[in-house]
């Protein structure tokens, strides 16, 4: 009776790091050098792609949507959390947390799909070569890519609805610095069956993901080990040790998030949570930067065109 007569809270209150002035402070610094390295770093991969006519491939086109979501899910987050580092309310309304679970879902979902076209591709480049201008039409990556932001807004607005099924009697307090609909879950004092039936089916289509790119990639490595010229070997290994590297990373910090056991403590979970939200979405753009012969070729011939326009 008590739940059926319970109003939804207006705001949230979310749970920093600490409450030390001067550690708050140098979270504050740290963070938002991270933010502007992932803003400054995802953009100048987009505008490089974009100006750089020799980067106009299936793999690139792919790689610019995902650094565009990497703008998007860190923007969606880091400014919130750098504002409560200097504020003393850590607060967000109840819109702005179904706003912000509703983005994040959606280009969490995305990045998970788009990572695995990201495999695919790569499997076709080097296990089938002879098929791939054929399969990986600019029509075909367009398909693709429309198909990774639709399931990602299918997350998205499953999520929410979720969300909105939650009610919440008791404590508004998200031990978190940003709305996720897993701590609103544990939260809810209502009925939360819908929101897990939700939360798990998107669970399990990020692992199913995650398969795919595992077994593209069990395939890609036995193509590579069947190449007699160590020479070959090293061609087609760069051609993958990117996105392989980018996979990696966020499959293994997505992992570390959220498969690991709850601590008594939340101060690790937080870090943990804070290495898949915040860091890893700066790290791709470095990583294509800096092991990719032709992004750096294309780097150099820009840098030059600059020059001469300069002079």
């Known amino acids: 009776m008590a739940e059926s007569n319970c109003t939804q809270p207006t705001e949230f209150v979310l749970m920093g790091f600490t409450e030390d002035p001067v550690t708050q402070v140098t979270f504050f610094l740290m963070v938002l050098l991270v933010y502007l390295a992932t803003i400054l770093g995802n953009l100048g991969m987009i505008v490089l792609i974009m100006a750089s006519p020799q980067l106009h491939s299936p793999m690139y086109y792919f790689l610019a949507n995902l650094a565009l979501i990497d703008v998007g899910s860190s923007t969606v987050i880091t400014p919130k959390m750098l504002a409560d580092f200097v504020s003393e309310e850590k607060v967000i309304s109840y819109a702005g947390c179904v706003a912000q679970e509703f983005i994040y879902s959606i280009l969490g979902m995305t990045e998970v799909f788009l990572l695995a076209v990201m495999a695919y591709d790569r499997y076709l480049a080097i296990c089938r070569p002879l098929l791939y201008h054929s399969v ?9 890519v429309t198909g990774s932001y639709l399931v990602g807004l299918t997350n998205g607005i499953g999520q929410t609805v979720g969300m909105f099924t939650l009610s919440f009697c008791g404590s508004s307090v998200i031990d978190l610095y940003f709305c996720d609909i897993s701590p609103l879950i544990s939260l809810s004092t209502s009925n939360t069956t819908i929101s897990l039936i939700i939360l798990t089916s998107a669970a399990l289509f990020a692992v199913s993901n995650s398969l795919f790119v595992l077994v593209s990639y069990m395939a890609i490595i036995s193509t590579i080990l069947s190449i007699h010229s160590a020479e070959g070997k090293r061609k087609a290994f760069s051609t993958c040790a990117s ?7 966020f499959y293994g910090a997505a992992c570390f998030t959220y498969l690991k056991p709850s601590s008594d403590s939340s101060r690790g979970d937080k870090w943990a949570v804070m290495l898949y939200t915040v860091l890893t979405p700066m790290l791709n753009p470095f990583i294509y930067s800096l092991r990719n012969k032709e992004v750096k070729e294309a780097l150099r011939r820009l840098t030059k065109i600059k020059r001469a326009c300069m002079l």
Not at 136 to 144: A, I, K, N, T
């Open 136 to 144: 990986m039409s600019p029509e075909r990556c367009f398909q693709l």
């Open 243 to 249: 996105h392989l590297t980018t996979v990696s990373i």
